[in-house]
């Protein structure tokens, strides 16, 4: 069993198997039984829908995360777009997802079209 709650600003308890921490967060510091370690904080949504070959060149796949309904597409192929910038709207268990450019460049296809059901993993668009 695990799990992980705040049970005060910047104060953690931590419980893994039978075992309860403490943790203490100051910015990117984290203290537990008095060791502190620097942390990086990573969204792994921006994994999921940046893709295999999301680097700098070469292909963006843009994919579904969950499988849903497409209730808006916001580019259209030839767009140049910036990386953050909304490509697809996803609708999933009730709350609508918007899928972001992993980076800068140009659509170069859109797989899906607004109502469309797509699966968990399915490619919505492409950026090059």
């Not at 537990?32 to 295999?52: L, M, Y």
């Amino acid at each position: 069993m695990s799990d992980i709650r705040e049970t005060q600003p910047g104060v953690w308890s931590v419980i893994i198997g039978n075992k309860v921490y403490e943790a203490f967060v100051d910015g990117a510091n984290v203290t537990i039984n008095g060791h502190t370690f620097d942390c990086t904080v990573e969204d792994p949504r921006q994994w999921k829908r940046s893709g295999a070959g999301a680097g700098a060149h070469g292909k963006a796949n843009i994919t579904a995360p969950m499988p849903g309904k497409v209730v808006r597409i916001l580019v259209k192929p030839g767009d140049e777009v910036t990386a953050g910038q909304g490509i697809v709207v996803v609708e999933a268990m009730k709350m609508q997802n918007e899928m972001k450019s992993p980076r800068d460049g140009k659509v170069t296809s859109i797989n899906a079209a607004e109502n469309d059901s797509v699966n968990a993993g399915a490619v919505l668009a492409v950026i090059e």
